[in-house]
């Protein structure tokens, strides 16, 4: 086989020419873009890193967060059920305390309703006993009683300070008996009156139906004499201190 060295020579002269148009007007460029090519595709990966190293940053914050509002809604429930727990023993304790008021006030109102009633029935006894005895005293009056009581209603006039009977003659002298005074028992009372006083007295001789025996001299609001109601009202103010000074019954 026989070779064609002007052939040979031809292609090596055409292959260096090419070589030599390449590295002159593509290599550069191609260098220069493979370059940039390789310059953008680090520049990505640095902003790829940089993007999942930021995406790792903002996982584990929101994961710190997370972890936090956990921290805190723990702390606030834990929070909320001592507030309960402490309200409810609040509300536990006013409502006991409410009831012991009302029962305290249920024993009050009970023991002053049975003080009352007890009272009452007390005060219409006394009522009835001092009725009786007006009652049997009106009835065992009779002429010799009033005849005595007039003695000593004399005895009275008799013996009372002279300073009492002016003060009394100060105004209208009033003389109260059970029955009719004769005038003979009027006149020895003025006369007694006038005695002691040395002066002219002027007295008012009245019945008094509510009294069962006795006399009574009465003037200025004041009163001296001698009657039933003198025995009753000293029973009465005795029945009254006993009422008020009687023991505290226990409310069971």
Same mark, same amino acid.
């Given at each position: 086989?026989?070779?064609?060295?002007?052939?040979? &020579?031809?292609?090596?002269?055409?292959?260096?020419?090419?070589?030599?148009?390449?590295?002159?007007?593509?290599?550069?460029?191609?260098?220069?873009?493979?370059?940039?090519?390789?310059?953008?595709?680090?520049?990505?990966?640095?902003?790829?890193?940089?993007?999942?190293?930021?995406?790792?940053?903002?996982?584990?914050?929101?994961?710190?967060?997370? &972890?936090?509002?956990?921290?805190?809604?723990?702390?606030?429930?834990?929070?909320?059920?001592?507030?309960?727990?402490?309200?409810?023993?609040?509300?536990?304790?006013?409502?006991?305390?409410?009831?012991?008021?009302?029962?305290?006030?249920?024993?009050?109102?009970?023991?002053?309703?049975?003080?009352?009633?007890?009272?009452?029935?007390?005060?219409?006894?006394?009522?009835?006993?001092?009725?009786?005895?007006?009652?049997?005293?009106?009835?065992? &009056?009779?002429?010799?009683?009033?005849?005595?009581?007039?003695?000593?209603?004399?005895?009275?006039?008799?013996?009372?300070?002279?300073?009492?009977?002016?003060?009394?003659?100060?105004?209208?002298?009033?003389?109260? !008996?059970?029955?009719?005074? %004769?005038?003979?028992?009027?006149?020895?009372?003025? !006369?007694?009156?006038?005695?002691?006083?040395?002066?002219?007295?002027?007295?008012?001789?009245?019945?008094? %139906? &509510?009294?069962?025996?006795?006399?009574?001299?009465?003037?200025?609001?004041?009163?001296?004499?001698?009657?039933?109601?003198?025995?009753?009202?000293?029973?009465?103010?005795?029945?009254?201190?006993?009422?008020?000074?009687?023991?505290?019954?226990?409310?069971?």
């Amino acid at each position: 086989m026989l070779i064609d060295w002007f052939t040979v &020579a031809a292609q090596i002269v055409n292959f260096v020419l090419l070589v030599w148009l390449l590295k002159r007007f593509l290599w550069e460029r191609l260098v220069r873009a493979i370059d940039d090519h390789e310059q953008r595709i680090a520049h990505r990966l640095a902003e790829a890193d940089e993007k999942n190293k930021e995406a790792e940053r903002q996982v584990e914050e929101m994961r710190s967060r997370a &972890a936090e509002m956990e921290r805190v809604r723990l702390e606030t429930m834990a929070q909320a059920q001592r507030e309960a727990d402490e309200r409810r023993h609040e509300l536990v304790q006013e409502a006991r305390e409410g009831v012991q008021k009302l029962e305290a006030r249920w024993h009050q109102d009970l023991e002053r309703e049975q003080a009352a009633f007890l009272a009452e029935v007390r005060r219409r006894a006394a009522t009835e006993i001092l009725t009786i005895v007006r009652r049997a005293l009106a009835d065992l &009056a009779c002429t010799d009683v009033q005849h005595c009581a007039v003695e000593v209603f004399l005895e009275k006039l008799q013996t009372v300070e002279v300073a009492t009977l002016r003060d009394l003659a100060s105004g209208d002298i009033t003389v109260q !008996s059970a029955t009719e005074l %004769p005038e003979e028992t009027q006149r020895r009372i003025q !006369s007694v009156l006038e005695a002691r006083l040395q002066t002219p007295v002027n007295a008012q001789f009245k019945r008094a %139906p &509510a009294m069962a025996w006795g006399l009574e001299l009465r003037s200025n609001g004041r009163r001296i004499g001698w009657t039933s109601d003198s025995y009753l009202e000293s029973l009465e103010d005795k029945l009254r201190e006993a009422l008020e000074h009687r023991p505290r019954v226990p409310v069971g």
